[in-house]
Each structure stands twice: as C-alpha cells, then as structure tokens.
C-alpha cells in the first residue's frame, strides 16, 4: 500500500490543490487544509460526551482507496474525474480496498515514516459534489467506497509513494468518535 495522492483545500469549497508531499500536525490535520484551519464545511463547533468543548477528532483528514472508487465509478458506467482530487478526500491511496479501509476503523494506520492516524468512520460522499462536477450518479456509485475521516495521532511529513501500514495492536474501539450522527444514521 502507498499514498497516491496528497490533496488540500485552504476553505470550504475551494478547489483541491495536488502537493508532492505534506505535514501533517498531531491533533489538527494537515498543515493549509481547511479542516486544520477550521474552515471546512463540517467544521462546525461540536461536543462530545467523550470531549466536552471539543471538535470532532475524526474530521481532521480523509482517507480513500482510489483502486476501489476507480472500480466502483467504471462499474456504475460513470465518468471518473480527471483527478480524484475532485473527490475532496485529502489522501489516496494505492493497494488497499476500501473495505479493508472500513474494516480498519477503531485502530490506527501508519502514512509515511511518522505519521499515524485513528480511523473513526465512513466519510459518506454528498450530492453537492456531484452537482459540483457534473457527474450524475456519483454519489450512488462511490457510497460504500468514499473513503474514511481520521485523526492525526502523531504528525510529520508524508510525500507521494511513501508506504502506508496498519500499526500492529492499535484497535481501540473506545477511541471512536461517531460524529454529529449515530452509526447507521447514513
């Protein structure tokens, strides 16, 4: 598995920028995404029972198997967009599925040499983006490979074709954090 794409975007609807390579920052996101400067969408100002006057931990980076949403477009009949940039998730990556990604949620995956992330739950993908690129169809083919929102749980630099690994004995399914919806609320 290695990291095929590395995309940010400085505010909510701005377009993903491509980048070689990235720091991610422990506890915040990556550095000049939206998510780490509290200016995406979903970053509204929510509690939890876990972290009272915290935001969600889970929203700090997106994760997708790019081989999966490749399939999953190709078999719907629908036109892949000349970048999965367009996607708006932050990382792809190459050689994972995006069950094995779901199935990964509760334990930790290592990006690169330092960097390592808590997978908290499936990042659904919304109608705005498919009305966004023209795409009819999208967001019923890629729904059950969209991807994955986690936390940043030790930072460092990633760059394009650095390796991505499960972290042995990381599960903790205590840690997740469900977001604003109930699982199962999707």
Known sequence: MSIAGIFVAPASSQPMESRRSAVCIERIGIAGDRYATHTGSYSLFRASKRRPGAREPGRQLTLLSADSVEAALDA?????????????R?????????QQLLDAIGSELALGADVRVFLHRHCVPCMYN????????????IWDVSGVSCEVVAGGEIRI??????????AAPDRLDPGAHAPGYY
């Open 130 to 141: 498919e009305k966004y690129t023209g795409r009819p169809g999208q967001m019923e083919a």
């Open 76 to 88: 719907a009949g629908v036109q892949a967009p000349a970048s999965l940039g367009d996607l708006r």
């Open 161 to 170: 074709g650095d390796r991505v690994r499960a972290v042995p004995n990381s």
């Open 90 to 98: 932050n990382i792809l990556i190459r050689g994972i599925s995006a």
